[in-house]
């Protein structure tokens, strides 16, 4: 795998196999995987970090055979974005092993690149569907997932693409142990409104929140990402939605 500034990524035979899929596994991604050439520092984070991180799906995979050593507590994270959350989230609680979801390259590299000087035991990463990976875990074996302003697809023709859905919280229902949180968040108030009556009308998950405040205002130990301190597409206004397992 090669690139550099002013270049385009490129994959090696091997490196495209590593991220080759099944055939029976379909992705379901939209949009470009990749906007703009690596640098030097990301392309060899990412050469160097993605194949000792990423995981290989195959069903009935558990969570706690993916790390060298046994963990307290086993997250995921959907659309990590450039990863400064995850990255706090490991250096936080490095007893916690965390799984990282990001389809997009940039992104992707950008992550690797802050963590490579990190002790890299408590993370494992998809550049994949995560609803691929979501799909073949085991049941009741993860203590929480976060979902952090994702995609609006504003557009209602697109709806059907938003990761928060009644077929996708079916699935988080069965992945989650019991008490476990569904952590979610968005500065699109028509994707808030979508987000709540989706999970709060489903069976498997009760929300937290008993008022107002509950929602509206930053959670205790929150960790704030770059693109909610710069204002969110220049909404001041974020939603946190947290539910629980039932």
Not at 110 to 138: G, S, Y
Not at 170 to 180: H, Q, T, V, Y
């Amino acid at each position: 795998m090669v690139g550099s500034p002013g270049k385009k990524l490129i994959l090696s035979k091997a490196s495209r196999k590593s991220l080759a899929k099944p055939e029976h596994q379909q992705r379901r991604l939209y949009g470009r995987r990749q906007s703009r050439p690596l640098n030097t520092q990301r392309q060899e984070a990412f050469d160097t970090l993605m194949p000792k991180l990423q995981i290989e799906v195959a069903p009935a995979l558990d969570p706690k055979t993916l790390f060298p050593a046994s963990k307290t507590e086993h997250w995921l994270e959907i659309g990590f974005g450039n990863g400064e959350h995850l990255t706090a989230l490991m250096q936080t609680h490095p007893e916690n092993g965390y799984i990282g979801v990001e389809p997009y390259i940039n992104g992707m590299a950008a992550f690797l690149k802050d963590i490579k000087d990190e002790p890299c035991d408590n993370i494992r990463v998809l550049m994949d569907d995560a609803i691929l990976l979501c799909e073949n875990l085991t049941d009741e074996c993860l203590d929480g997932i976060y979902v952090l302003n994702p995609d609006p697809w504003p557009k209602t023709r697109h709806h059907k693409r938003r990761i928060i859905s009644r077929d996708n919280l079916d699935i988080f229902a069965r992945i989650l142990k019991p008490g476990a949180a569904l952590i979610m968040s968005t500065d699109v108030d028509g994707l808030a409104e979508w987000i709540v009556t989706q999970s709060f009308t489903h069976p498997a998950f009760e929300w937290t929140a008993k008022c107002a405040d509950d929602w509206r205002k930053t959670p205790e130990n929150w960790i704030k990402t770059r693109y909610e301190e710069k204002g969110a597409k220049g909404s001041s206004n974020m939603s946190y939605l947290i539910f629980k397992r039932i």
